[in-house]
T-cell receptor, first 114, second 116 residues
């Protein structure tokens, strides 16, 4: 069974600094998709970034980028120039190429200090 | 705003009761997914419907059922409610989500269920 592990229950970052959230996953599949979702205090689940396993290039979305290491089964999220609005719970998620269900990690709470 | 709507936002009920949660997917999306978020279990996949048909099942209790209607909105029915059913229930939608492709899922705002 696929599992997703986020080993950092909580992280803090100073405003305007950079922070990296870690995620590892376990799968025997070769093709799959990985996601980072953000859940602010409003509880809305917001898509941050998506990575296809067959793509070697790391995905980027403005201040958000990933470091995808397929062999190591690692998928970390880097947030540059952190803003107060980035404070949220961040979930790493996995889905098989021909799959349906998202498998989520336990989440990392990110606090941003002004 | 993801374009996925869920009603109601909050629901408070008693043990043993039955409730219905409603979800409208984004325009053009054929798949609807239901997830449960609780403190002890985290985010768990419950069930998926694609164009009116059940496509995948996760850790959904027998007391729970769902359906997707011809207009593609979906309802999640929870019956014989227990204290442990208190959770945030999310609906998500995607364009296809068939077994041939994995689409990005966009989430609704959730329904917070409290069972007293």
């Amino acid at each position: 069974a696929q599992t997703v592990t986020q080993s950092q229950p909580e992280m803090s970052v100073q405003e305007a600094e950079t922070v990296t959230l870690s995620c590892t996953y376990d799968t025997s599949e070769s093709d799959y998709y990985l996601f980072w979702y953000k859940q602010p205090p409003s509880r809305q689940m917001i898509l941050v970034i998506r990575q296809e396993a067959y793509k070697q290039q790391n995905a980027t979305e403005n201040r958000f980028s990933v470091n995808f290491q397929k062999a190591a089964k690692s998928f970390s999220l880097k947030i540059s120039d952190s803003q107060l609005g980035d404070a949220a719970m961040y979930f790493c998620a996995y889905v098989m190429e021909y799959g349906n269900k998202l498998v989520f990690g336990a989440g990392t709470i990110l606090r941003v200090k002004s | 705003d993801s374009g996925v709507t869920q009603t109601p936002k909050h629901l408070i009920t008693a043990t043993g009761q039955r409730v219905t949660l409603r979800c409208s997917p984004r325009s053009g999306d054929l798949s609807v997914y239901w997830y449960q978020q609780s403190l002890d279990q985290g985010l768990q996949f419950l069930i998926q419907y694609y164009n009116g048909e059940e496509r995948a099942k996760g850790n959904i209790l027998e007391r729970f059922s769902a359906q997707q209607f011809p207009d593609l909105h979906s309802e999640l029915n929870l019956s014989s409610l227990e204290l442990g059913d208190s959770a945030l229930y999310f609906c998500a939608s995607s364009v296809a989500g068939t077994r041939f492709v994995a689409d990005t899922q966009y989430f609704g705002p959730g329904t917070r269920l409290t069972v007293l």
